[in-house]
């Protein structure tokens, strides 16, 4: 279990390590969103489309192994699932075109997420930091930021001080005395980017994202 969110109608994203048991196609059929988790009555689950062939991009062997080992500019650790409901347009959805300019370090960073990789998930959980941006790695496929997380966050969305999304959370980081330090992030920029150069750039959906949100 982990977090995701919408970007469209009936596209979500999350990381590509929260879904890995579940990629090939065969295994699409266990594969649920679930929204209103905080509310039993009331929560919604929504299936995904089995015959999506999902975008993706794997984590390195340094975020795996937890060491500071470079990622490749294509290890971006990200999934995008299609569900079989377009939620999206009664909830929204966010941009991943709002804004391409990284925080100042210090900036605070305000995470959303559903901490609890067993059942029953937590209700929704803001964590921010302030100072919470530290910067990026050497290539900037990663954010680092102070904003402490619990497991399951992982997909949560990363937002700026003006809450713009900026990041896709995925790596809680360095045990310190109290909190969880160092958290990782991965730029949406980055991810655009992958996806504009990818095999899925051509598909229907991915094609209409991009032109939607305007990406050179």
Wanted: hydrophobic share 35%; proline share 6%.
């Amino acid at each position: 279990m982990g977090t995701g969110f919408l970007i469209s109608d009936d596209l979500v994203l999350t990381c590509y390590h929260v879904v890995k048991p579940y990629m090939a196609k065969s295994d699409h059929r266990f594969l649920s969103v679930c929204f209103d988790s905080y509310n039993d009555h009331k929560e919604l689950k929504v299936g995904v489309i089995v015959k999506w062939d999902i975008p993706f991009s794997e984590p390195s062997v340094g975020d795996q192994v937890g060491s500071d080992d470079l990622p490749d500019v294509s290890q971006l650790d990200f999934a995008i699932l299609r569900l079989d409901s377009s939620v999206g347009r009664e909830r929204g959805s966010f941009s991943l075109n709002e804004t391409r300019q990284l925080p100042q370090v210090g900036d605070p960073i305000l995470i959303a997420g559903h901490p609890g990789p067993t059942a029953p998930l937590q209700r929704l959980k803001f964590s921010m930091a302030a100072p919470g941006y530290v910067g990026v790695n050497a290539n900037e496929t990663r954010l680092i930021y102070k904003t402490s997380t619990l497991k399951g966050s992982s997909g949560s969305p990363v937002f700026d001080r003006k809450f713009r999304l900026i990041g896709l959370h995925h790596n809680r980081g360095e045990e310190g005395a109290k909190f969880y330090q160092n958290n990782r992030g991965i730029p949406i920029s980055k991810i655009i980017d992958f996806l504009s150069e990818s095999k899925w750039a051509d598909t229907r959906e991915i094609s209409k994202l991009l032109k939607e949100n305007d990406f050179p």
